[in-house]
T-cell receptor, first 114, second 116 residues
């Protein structure tokens, strides 16, 4: 079985400062890992994914994440926050087994202050 | 435009009145899935389908039914809705997960259901 823990339920940053969203996972097998973003009243959009290639993954809108197997982490970062980054972010893990399930973290809400 | 559509987007109903939420995708994806989103719990999978006539339970299937008679459609059926099924529901689709990696899922806009 796999699980995902997002360590912060809310993150507040000032515009132009770095953003860090923390995610830890547990999995018995090599996982695929994703970050999705959900803007208010919208569906989920893929930011980036890790699928056992490069450990540093670059996504859309300047986001990137680093897979650290030894720490079982997949933290999401952005060097400079923009007002449009205000949204909810989900870390997701998938393990290829017989059931092809995705496990979602509880989400981190990002607020960006002007 | 590649997309997943859901209808209705908003629904208020009463306990016990059967309802169906439709989901359709135009990307020829084999895999489709339903999730519910509740505050503080993230998204939880209700049912998924690997292809036509192939469906399986997710983490929270109780009180729900699905069918997959056509590749593009994957309706979610609540035979006797109860207030604890008040939630935000998302349909998603993707290519079939393979041995090497899992494909990105494309999500619909969501259906907000209230059961009174």
């Amino acid at each position: 079985a796999q699980s995902v823990t997002q360590l912060d339920s809310h993150v507040s940053v000032s515009e132009g400062t770095p953003v860090l969203l923390r995610c830890n996972y547990s999995s018995s097998y090599s996982p695929s890992l994703f970050w999705y973003v959900q803007h208010p009243n919208k569906g989920l959009q893929l930011l980036l994914k890790y699928t056992s290639a490069a450990t540093l993954v670059k996504g859309i809108n300047g986001f990137e994440a680093e897979f650290k197997k030894s720490e079982t982490s997949f933290h999401l970062t952005k060097p400079s926050a923009h007002m449009s980054d205000a949204a909810e972010y989900f870390c997701v893990v998938s393990v290829l087994s017989n059931d092809y399930k995705l496990s979602f973290g509880a989400g981190t809400t990002v607020t960006v202050r002007a | 435009e590649a997309q997943v559509t859901q209808n209705p987007r908003y629904l208020i109903t009463v306990t016990g009145k059967k309802l169906t939420v439709t989901c359709s995708q135009n990307m020829n994806h084999e895999y489709m899935s339903w999730y519910r989103q509740d505050p503080g719990l993230g998204l939880r999978q209700i049912y998924y389908s690997m292809n036509v006539e192939v469906t399986d339970k997710g983490d929270v299937p109780e009180g729900y039914k699905v069918s997959r008679k056509e590749k593009r459609n994957f309706p979610l059926i609540l035979e006797s809705p109860s207030p604890n099924q008040t939630s935000l529901y998302f349909c998603a689709s993707s290519l079939t997960p393979g041995l090497a990696y899992t494909y990105e899922q494309y999500f619909g806009p969501g259906t907000r259901l209230t059961v009174t």
